[in-house]
């Protein structure tokens, strides 16, 4: 029996790990079937013993088994004291039955489900974007990234293999997390044992040679503990893309001790293992507002676009990933309205990375025979090497307390967070300095050619960051109408940071002497210290018991260095510890409403967020200056949930008036618009459930028109189009063990730009249409 059979002020428990997983390989899903059967039960396989138990004191709290539900009331941070329809926040939870039914097998594809949320910016001309590179309201977020509360570091991409669901908080999120990006952060929940046993798998196999699968084992072990084990693998080429490959294999192990009692122990481990060959993108030639980059040969602008398929790289480019992760956790009920958390993580992630990009300048593109496309080249001129191994150490102790004073009730949530993050660079090159790949033919590459000879130049980067924190949040309840949720972090940091860098290679790099160009020489050496103070205040006003009128004000704040763990010397630069940390100021008041007897959840919230200190030029002196502000606002609406019992439906809209409110222009149309930010975007998913155990669902997915960054780039498209994609599932239950899925992706075959880099030379493809069929298995 559960410890805590009833509570005072009512928590509302998230649901526990899903027991719907994905095998491996057919013997093993076989050698488990036949090793633990599974066992009869009559409540939710959702919820755990302990959970369930919990739920049916709990008042007003009703228990129901729910199929195709999207909805996830409760954050799984003990921060959070509120279910999210008291929260006064633009958060969404996506779930892992939406994650399933759309066949989302990374971060960046479940993250489709937030409007406005997604890899739109490319990188810079020789930084070729890698991994999960978020933009979200006009602000990466790819630092701002959490796993069970703890930052996970690295520019990889994140499967979900072993993920039960994800977290998008929306807005400034440092009083929460620390330093984050200026309009919020994203959280992904990994799975855990329960008190169930079962066996769940799944195999796909799909367009672009994708093959997927992956395994979901939960063994009860007496009557207190639990052991899951979650795996994958994957051999996939991308649909549309040439020899772009994503090749990948993982493992969860996971224990539990102590469930459903007042004392409960999770000791968590994941490696994964990525051999991903990188996409370096298509050149923008012939797409809208394309025209010839050299006055002198005109006849390019009028070229044909390229086929999008086309891969510009070699067979030497290469994406080899390693991460690792370990997690302790414990949790202690020292009654019904006192509870400890404590979260001990280790982690160590290692890229190995080679993508032999281009940069179509007009020096860059040869043109022989001027007349004749065909025999036109592109140098290979900016190959992104990277070498880097990040690691954290952290210690986040969590104390919640429910009380009263008077007639006001608490629910307090109080932390220190102990943290040590890591970044080793090594520098890469060509031997000799400069040497190049062969050129690509720009309508028909040729991968297949002799590379120079390349490796460690003898130059590095080394950061640290030690940080040190406390928090406290009071939810005050005065009533039944009336909420205040406040908050308060200190953070206090040092960052240190080493390097060793090339000389006489660019305008910025120290000069040479007596050295050879390119000879290894000191770089930056310095450190920053300094406290970050955060907080946020909401006001909610709850007109009946199924609804909430809220107000609220937070701050947020990046430090120098706080992204990358990198520190510069640029006098550009927002990493240079001469300046302040940047902040953000976001002010939202929005509304929640739990109808059809708590079946759906519609949101709605305007907001406005500030961001000042960004680092900008005066015109006059040429001296840069934190005298900069960015502003991005506008509106966000969202429905979750079932309208009736067979028909589910997720869907968000947000618009993004993104721009700079003191400084100059960064978008190349010369407006104020931020780059990389669509005023606005839209997201749907439904299923319907047929009596006959077939289950029809589709999505509609709407992004707008995007402009790219400024610089001195000739020719290249200054904005991106805006585009619509549908996509389909329908899902068949051959027996209560075993169903069909397909999905289709992209029904109407809509040629769309995804991604543009900041000169506009080079663009991600949208995927075309592209079919995954996948087998799924339940004991």
Known sequence: MAFINSRKHPTIHRKSASTSGMVTAATLLTGLALAFPATATDTPASFTDAQVTNAKNLPGVKVEATTNDYRVDQLSSPKFTQPLLDTTQTISVISKELIQQQGATTLTEALRNSPGVGTFYAGENGTTSTGDAITMRGFDTSNSIFVDGVRDLGSISRDVFNIEQIEVTKGPASTDNG????????????????????????????????????????QRIGSNAAFRLNVMGQDSGVPGRDKVENNRWGVAPSLAFGLGTATRVYLDYLHVKQNNLPDGGVPTIGLPGYSSPDPARPQIGSAPMVDSSNFYGTDADHDHVNADMFTARIEHDFSPDVALHNTLRWGRTHEDYLLTSFMASAANLLTPNINDPSTWTLARSNPTFKDQTNRILTNQTNLTVNFDTGAITHNLSAGIELTQEKLTTIGMATTPLGALWPAANLYDPNPNVANPAYGPNGTYSAGKTDTAAAYLFDTLKFGEHWQVNAGV????????????????????????????????????????????????????????????????FAVSAQPPGGSSLSLSSAANSA???????????????????????????????????????????????????QVGKKRVQGIELSAVGKLTDTWAVSAGYTTMNANVANGPNVSQDGSSDLA????????????????????????????????????????????????????????????????????????????????????????????????????????
Request: proline share 5%; charged share 15%.
């Open 489 to 552: 972090r200190l953070d206090n940091y040092t960052t240190d940071f080493t390097s060793v860098v090339t000389c006489g290679t660019s305008k910025t790099a120290p000069a040479c002497g007596s050295l050879p160009t390119g000879s290894p020489v000191s770089g930056v050496n310095t450190s920053q210290s300094d406290n970050l103070f955060n907080y946020k205040l909401g006001v909610l006003y709850k007109p009946v018991a199924n609804g909430s009128i809220y107000a609220n």
């Open 179 to 218: 330093r984050t990006a200026p309009t919020g952060s994203i959280n992904m929940v990994s799975k855990q044992p329960n008190l169930r046993d079962s066996i769940a798998a799944s195999v796909s196999y799909g367009s672009g040679d994708h093959k997927r699968s992956t395994a979901d084992w939960n």
């Open 676 to 779: 990389y930010t669509p005023k606005s975007a839209f997201t749907a998913w439904t299923t319907w459930r047929l009596p006959f155990d077939l289950t029809i669902g589709g999505g509609a997915r709407y992004s707008g028109e995007m402009k790219r960054g400024t610089d001195g780039a000739i020719g290249t498209p200054a904005f991106t189009e805006a585009y619509w994609v549908f996509d389909a599932m329908a899902s068949y239950a051959v027996n209560k063990h075993f169903d069909l899925q397909l999905n289709l992706y992209n029904l109407f075959d809509k040629s769309y730009v995804a991604a543009i880099n900041k000169s506009g030379y080079r663009y991600t493809p949208g995927a075309p249409r592209s079919a995954m069929l996948t087998a799924n298995f339940r004991f």
């Open 575 to 625: 990493d240079n510890p001469i300046f302040a940390p940047q902040k953000a100021r976001t002010t939202e008041v929005g509304t929640k409403w739990d109808l059809l007897g708590e079946r759906l959840l519609l949101t709605g919230a305007l907001y406005r967020t500030v961001v000042s200190n960004d680092v900008v030029q005066d015109p006059v002196d040429l001296q840069y200056y």
